[in-house]
């Protein structure tokens, strides 16, 4: 923990100098060092002007592995800016400070302590220390399977994970099924009001939303079509459906008339007592649609929804805290339990991602060149130094500042629709997640012998499309996704092992993916708004 510096108004360039030193003396890249000044700088004027505080404590502590946050203080009345991020509409002056500040929630704290305003930062300086911390986990996991393998007989073996690894992964499992359910029914909630909120009215916010509903549907249709190519032949078995283990696999089978209507659920209770994740989607939707309907009648009940999002996402936060010993354990039970096999299916994925990463690319530049009437070829040129942040951090959040001075300095996008359309696709633009959930979803149901047929494809792509839209912007929050989709088709949840080993790189992928379609949507929407310097984009 480091000393205190007094920010004013006076000596605030001065301050944010020596808090990039002092960030910089930990290793923290560049561009997040750029990020968490940004925040500082927000978060400074809404205390000092809203607030009335006259001078702010800041001081960057470094916690336990690796993790850095900036901690703000001020003494006075109660004042939480947090909270005071209201909506507003895309001409208000103070817009673009207000969606950054929402877009970043979930990194934001505040408690009132002591008479003081506290606002923590969350840097994400840890990113680099955990994934060093998780890829560790998977290797030494690896390798003590083969020890156990060659060490131990089989009956040893069975004892270790009978009385210690299977009651470790069990708990985790139960922590993790204990907030899935209203994890996902306020993200949604809330994904639905930030939309509303800034594109619920208007020309431009229908062809925003538009553009980022065809790119996240194109995706999930090329993830189903690359799943049923890589995944056509034989897929090793690792498991069966519980309700079918004493039946044949083959005959367990869906009827798509009966999934659609019992989407609607029979009451408010029984979604949540029965882990039905449809049906909790389903009124997710409808309550966040009238919340917007509604408007400033229910302001309160849209800040309740938002706090109780961040709420549940902390409690998600602290429970995959133990995500590398959950991967360390998943690595020994992949090779004590599986064959080499499986390993390779694991890559396949991965494969699949990479290759439709490709086609979503040139997706992109299709969609630049007949819908932005512009040559795709400067946008093919530059969108590489975008890449670097989304890879690093794997966090469209983190990104989003990035993301947005990248299209209005490098290609020429007026500020009015980079405000406006990158906030909002942070929030409900996914379709790298959309691309690589079909791919992980098939791979793990034909590893349970479900047949993924057309009526199986539709559900798949239906809730792919549904949780991709309302999903925080949070590590490893996909995994809670396919989760959810593969429990619809009755697979347990003791995948998740093998879902976080991949998510180590999938989640990266995703990321940059989402960042690349955010600026390519953006820079339609403008272009079809005439808001698009030409010289800046063919510079």
Not at 302 to 307: D, P, R, T
Not at 394 to 417: R, Y
Request: proline fraction near 4%.
């Amino acid at each position: 923990m480091m000393k205190s510096l007094a920010l004013t108004t006076e000596n605030f360039h001065d301050v944010q100098a020596e808090l990039e030193r002092r960030l910089s003396s930990f290793n923290v890249e560049q561009k997040d060092i750029l990020w968490a000044q940004l925040l500082v700088e927000e978060i400074f004027l809404r205390m000092t002007d809203y607030g009335h505080a006259a001078q702010i404590n800041v001081q960057v502590i470094k916690q336990f592995f690796g993790k850095i946050k900036i901690r703000m203080s001020a003494e006075g009345f109660s004042y939480n800016p947090l909270v005071e991020v209201t909506d507003l509409s895309e001409d208000d002056d103070d817009f673009t400070a207000v969606m950054i500040l929402k877009s970043n929630r979930a990194r934001l704290n505040w408690v009132r302590k002591n008479n003081f305003n506290v606002v923590t930062i969350d840097v994400g300086g840890e990113t680099n220390a955990q994934m060093r911390l998780l890829i560790a986990a998977m290797v030494g996991g690896l390798i003590c399977g083969f020890a156990m393998n060659a060490a131990l007989s089989p009956e040893s073996i069975a004892l270790v994970k009978e009385n210690f690894i299977t009651p470790i992964q069990t708990m985790f499992l139960d922590a993790l099924n204990m907030v899935i359910a209203p994890m996902i029914f306020f993200s949604i909630i809330s994904g639905i009001i930030s939309m509303g909120a800034g594109a619920g009215v208007g020309k431009i916010g229908t062809k925003m939303v538009g553009i980022y509903f065809c790119l996240s549907s194109i995706s999930v249709v090329i993830g189903l079509i690359f799943g049923q190519i890589i995944f056509s032949g034989e897929v090793p078995q690792i498991g069966t459906i519980p309700a079918a283990e004493t039946a044949e696999v083959n005959a367990y089978e869906f009827s798509l008339v009966k999934f659609i209507v019992d989407i609607i659920p029979p009451n408010l209770i029984s979604p949540v007592v029965d882990g039905n994740m449809l049906q909790i989607i389903f009124v997710a939707v409808l309550f966040g649609s009238c919340l917007n309907a509604l408007g400033d009648k229910v302001h309160l009940l849209k800040e309740l929804v938002a706090n109780c999002n961040e709420f549940f996402m902390k409690v998600v936060d602290l429970i995959i805290v133990f995500v590398p010993l959950i991967a360390f354990f998943a690595m020994i039970l992949l090779v004590v339990d599986t064959g080499v096999d499986t390993v390779l299916m694991m890559g396949k994925v991965l494969a699949g991602l990479l290759i439709g990463s490709v086609a979503l690319l040139g997706m992109h530049m299709l969609i630049i060149a007949f819908v932005g009437k512009l040559s795709p070829t400067p946008f093919m040129k530059k969108i590489p130094s975008l890449m670097p942040t989304p890879f690093a951090t794997g966090s469209g959040a983190v990104s989003m500042p990035i993301t947005m001075d990248f299209c209005i300095k490098k290609l020429g996008i007026s500020p009015k629709i980079t405000s406006f359309s990158i906030p909002i696709g942070t929030t409900v633009n996914a379709h790298g997640d959309c691309l690589y959930m079909p791919l992980a979803v098939t791979m793990f149901l034909k590893m349970y012998g479900v047949d993924v047929d057309l009526d199986a494809m539709l559900i798949i792509f239906a809730m792919t499309l549904s949780l991709s839209s309302g999903a925080p912007a949070i590590p490893n929050v996909i995994v809670i996704c396919i989760l959810t989709i593969t429990a619809t088709f009755g697979v347990p949840n003791e995948i998740a092992g093998l879902l976080f080993c991949m998510d180590a790189v999938s989640d990266r992928i995703c990321t940059c993916i989402n960042e690349a379609g955010n600026a390519t949507a953006t820079l339609t929407l403008a272009r079809t708004e005439n808001l698009v310097d030409e010289k800046i984009y063919l510079s």
